[in-house]
């Protein structure tokens, strides 16, 4: 069984925290996500190393623990001055990784001190799940706390092997991540529709098997709905769809299933685009406004057509629409891409809930074990009883 903090009492933890969070997206989003959980961490007066990621680096390498020739758009500096604007408090950025010296200036940093390290995957034992890596970190705090449900997917070193080293919690937003997602699943309220979009139809067959008996309706746009296309016999033309042969045989159940719709009138790009389905046409967002109007558990993934251009972002704005209108709904969507897409056109405020995960929320939905949940189950440590002195933030 997982600890989440929310079932803590504040007055049992003590000392520091090692909290790991995701902030890999273009704006601010899953940061202020994770925000109650850092000021419910901080109201308990304990100090806070945040560890986190961007991106996939390569190409650098540390020097004398400093990460080097990586691209400046994977450091983490702006991600500190953000986190300390929302929390109205310093957070202090450490651009090394010399665990010494770090664990120096926590251990002599006033009571709820916060800290951001640098990128983590700058270190290769990060995506290694080295436990060489995770004893450096866990030589930083005195307990771990996982509030980053984006990447409870990986087999990380600060997701998993650190949880063998200190007793360990989910955060609030991961507590929510899993009640949430879990709704969809284990007793969704009838009809239930999935909507599936975005480039690859391989991604989305885990939860396709999942909800085959559990889905009334399966709404399908985007690289998805041209894979299905294809194999019913449609030219598509030279559209975004999957070619592999595995793929496509693992497809040909979905092709054949009743509870399939497939786009109705498409729309064709033009000039250098010419030959490629961009989107869904207009009786095609009717009738997928229709089938959601009548759903009561709605399940959105991936968008339905070319949105980075706006003439081809109407099915997708449409059907965003139709969801929120569905009042009676419990409706769910997440993925940095459709995420920032509806955060853009403000129709976010529509879901019931939005999960920070793209692939966990997906893994999670067709029933994976991720491995940082898996961890968090395991794990048996707790924390002490709080014992410090009167060393505070001024």
Not at 281 to 306: D, E, H, M, Y
């Amino acid at each position: 069984m997982i600890t989440y903090l929310r079932n803590v009492s504040p007055s049992v933890l003590d000392g520091t925290a090692l909290l790991r969070l995701d902030f890999n997206t273009k704006d601010d989003w899953r940061m202020r996500a994770v925000i109650p959980t850092v000021k419910f961490l901080l109201d308990a007066g304990v100090t806070i190393v945040v560890v986190s990621h961007r991106g996939r680096p390569s190409g650098g390498s540390l020097v004398n623990g400093v990460p080097t020739g990586f691209p400046s758009d994977l450091h983490l500096r702006k991600d500190a001055a953000k986190l300390s604007a929302l929390i109205g408090r310093r957070v202090a950025f450490i651009d090394h990784f010399r665990f010494p010296e770090i664990k120096e200036r926590v251990a002599a940093s006033p009571h709820g001190s916060v800290f951001l390290l640098d990128n983590l995957r700058f270190m290769p034992g990060e995506e290694r799940n080295d436990p060489k890596f995770a004893r450096q970190l866990a030589s930083l705090a005195d307990f771990y706390v996982n509030d980053a449900f984006a990447v409870s997917h990986r087999a990380n070193a600060s997701v998993v092997a650190v949880t063998d080293l200190l007793p360990s919690y989910g955060g609030l937003e991961l507590q929510d991540e899993i009640e949430g997602l879990s709704r969809a699943i284990m007793a969704p309220v009838h009809p239930v529709v999935l909507i599936l979009g975005g480039a690859k139809a391989s991604d989305k067959l885990g939860v396709v098997r999942r909800f085959r008996s559990r889905a009334d309706t399966f709404l399908l746009g985007g690289g998805s709905a041209n894979s299905i296309l294809a194999l019913r016999g449609i030219d598509v033309k030279e559209s975004l769809r999957e070619t592999d042969p595995k793929v496509l045989a693992a497809l040909k159940p979905l092709a054949r299933n009743p509870k399939v719709v497939l786009p109705a009138d498409l729309v064709w790009g033009r000039g250098k685009d010419a030959g490629k389905i961009l989107d869904l046409g207009p009786r095609t967002q009717k009738l997928f406004a229709a089938r959601i109007a009548a759903a009561r558990t709605i399940v959105w993934s991936g968008p339905l057509g070319f949105i980075e251009r706006a003439p081809y972002a109407n099915a997708s704005i449409a059907v965003a629409r139709a969801i929120g209108r569905n009042k009676k709904a419990f409706s769910l969507t997440g993925g940095g891409e459709t995420v920032m897409f509806l955060k853009k056109y403000g129709l976010d405020k529509g879901f019931s809930f939005i999960s920070t995960g793209g692939g966990a929320m997906l893994d999670f939905l067709a029933g994976e074990k991720l491995p940082g949940i898996v961890a968090l189950g395991k794990q048996r440590m707790r924390p002490r009883t709080k014992k410090r002195n009167a060393r505070s933030v001024a």
